[in-house]
T-cell receptor
Framework: NAGVTQTPKFQVLKTGQSMTLQCAQDMNHNSMYWYRQDPGMGLRLIYY???????DKGEVPNGYNVSRLNKREFSLRLESAAPSQTSVYFC?????????????FGDGTRLSIL | QKEVEQDPGPLSVPEGAIVSLNCTYS??????FMWYRQYSRKGPELLMY????GNKEDGRFTAQVDKSSKYISLFIRDSQPSDSATYLC????????????FGAGTRLAVHP
């Protein structure tokens, strides 16, 4: 029972480089999310996908793009990395309902931008 | 003002103590309340889930919601060193795309 799997676990980039963070879930969930977690800031939503084929901006979308590849996979891309994007990135998934569906998280990708 | 306020701690208690963790919120539309536990270098894992006001108990853990005061609590009885983690509250109003609002998390250390 893998749940939500994120790759890679760690990454160091130089300013201006690009990279894609991968996320896959095996719980047949419709909705998927990308968060960043910074000290003292809690979890902040970057982008979400309510269902396959749709994506929408969250609280802090600038500098990121996403792709909902299929029902299982949701990727986050940094086109031109900046030091301010140094953070821990979490992917989550949830079922769909009238709201209040608990989200299930992966173990994160620790990203450092030099 | 943040929608959800949570004291970051750290909170340090001896093994066996009763721990009380709290969050306050400002949005009266919140109906669903959750507590997540996050170990170091791991993702948040769902610990407790409650709807509307009232109490919910699961083993050593009790979640309380007081909507009139916009205040939620998590109690841990007979705390163990394995409870040492960061605890995040989260809440949602329902509807829409299931947006969760998280508190910043309280770091708890239970020492033997």
């Amino acid at each position: 029972n893998a749940g939500v799997t994120q790759t890679p676990k760690f990454q160091v980039l130089k300013t201006g480089q690009s990279m894609t963070l991968q996320c896959a879930q095996d719980m047949n969930h419709n909705s998927m999310y990308w968060y960043r977690q910074d000290p003292g800031m809690g979890l902040r939503l970057i982008y979400y996908s309510a269902s396959e084929g749709t994506t929408d901006k969250g609280e802090v979308p600038n500098g990121y793009n996403v792709s909902r590849l299929n029902k299982r996979e949701f990727s986050l891309r940094l086109e031109s990395a900046a030091p301010s994007q140094t953070s821990v990135y979490f992917c989550a998934s949830s079922g769909t309902g009238t709201g209040g569906q608990p989200q299930h998280f992966g173990d994160g990708t620790r990203l450092s931008i030099l | 003002q943040k929608e959800v306020e949570q004291d970051p701690g750290p909170l340090s208690v001896p093994e066996g103590a009763i721990v009380s963790l709290n969050c306050t919120y400002s949005n009266s539309a919140f109906q669903y309340f959750m507590w997540y536990r996050q170990y170091s270098r791991k993702g948040p894992e769902l610990l407790m889930y409650t709807y509307s006001s009232g109490n919910k108990e699961d083993g050593r853990f009790t979640a309380q919601v007081d909507k009139s005061s916009k205040y939620i609590s998590l109690f841990i009885r007979d705390s163990q060193p394995s409870d040492s983690a960061t605890y995040l509250c989260a809440m949602s109003g329902g509807g829409g795309y299931n947006k969760l609002i998280f508190g910043a998390g309280t770091r708890l250390a239970v020492h033997p």
